[in-house]
Every structure is written in structure tokens, then in C-alpha cells.
Nanobody, 120 residues
């Protein structure tokens, strides 16, 4: 069964840090471009960061650039999001996504999300 499972969310004070993990099962994460998104209450899902399968290309949304770091450990079939200097506006449910195209078919997987709350 194909699954992406996020973990590491929680309640943190402004200025604090969290590291989110996204563990893949049922497929080989190393072949996939991996991304993080987030969705705050009443807002649309927002792109946060992306890393290609080889890690050669990494991009961030302007809102998190310099504070968040995406990384992947293909040996562990896991992708991470290190979040530093968190702000109240970072409060959202965070989702990981794995995507690839093979033989003309698009493979697109989402996790169930993990809640991040930044509040004093």
C-alpha cells in the first residue's frame, strides 16, 4: 500500500524550531520529486518547498526562504522539513507530496498532514 506519513508537528512558541518528517512506504521515494505544502484555516493549500529526486534542485516559497530547509534521505525513504524562526503565520497543516512521471503516467501521492501551531 502506497503511503506518505508526516510526523513532527506540534505547538511551538514564536522563534522556535520544528523538524517535520515524511516517511514513504509502498514506493521508492528516491525516484520522486518531493514537496511540502501547507494549508491554514480558511486558506488554499500553499507550496512551501520542493526537492528533485537527486536533490540537485531545491526551491522555496518566498515566505519561508532562509528559515526552512528541505532535505531527503533516500536510504531511509524519508524527506524532512527543518523549520526555524517560526512565526504565528506559519500555523497550518503541513503536507508532503511525492510526484513522478513514468511512461506517460503521472504518479502523485499525498500524506494526511501534520498540524503545526506557532503561538505564545
Amino acid at each position: 500500500q502506497v503511503q506518505l506519513v508526516e510526523s513532527g508537528g506540534g505547538l511551538v512558541q514564536p522563534g522556535g524550531s520544528l523538524r517535520l518528517s515524511c516517511a514513504a512506504s509502498g514506493f521508492t521515494l528516491s525516484s520522486y520529486t518531493m514537496s511540502w505544502y501547507r494549508q491554514a484555516p480558511g486558506k488554499e493549500r500553499e507550496f512551501i518547498a520542493i526537492v528533485t529526486s537527486t536533490g540537485s534542485i531545491i526551491k522555496y516559497a518566498d515566505s519561508v526562504k532562509g528559515r526552512f530547509t528541505i532535505s531527503r534521505d533516500n536510504a531511509k525513504n524519508t524527506v524532512y522539513l527543518q523549520m526555524n524562526n517560526l512565526k504565528p503565520e506559519d500555523t497550518a497543516v503541513y503536507y508532503c507530496n511525492g510526484r513522478r512521471r513514468l511512461d506517460g503516467r503521472e504518479y502523485d501521492y499525498w500524506g494526511q498532514g501534520t498540524q503545526v501551531t506557532v503561538s505564545s
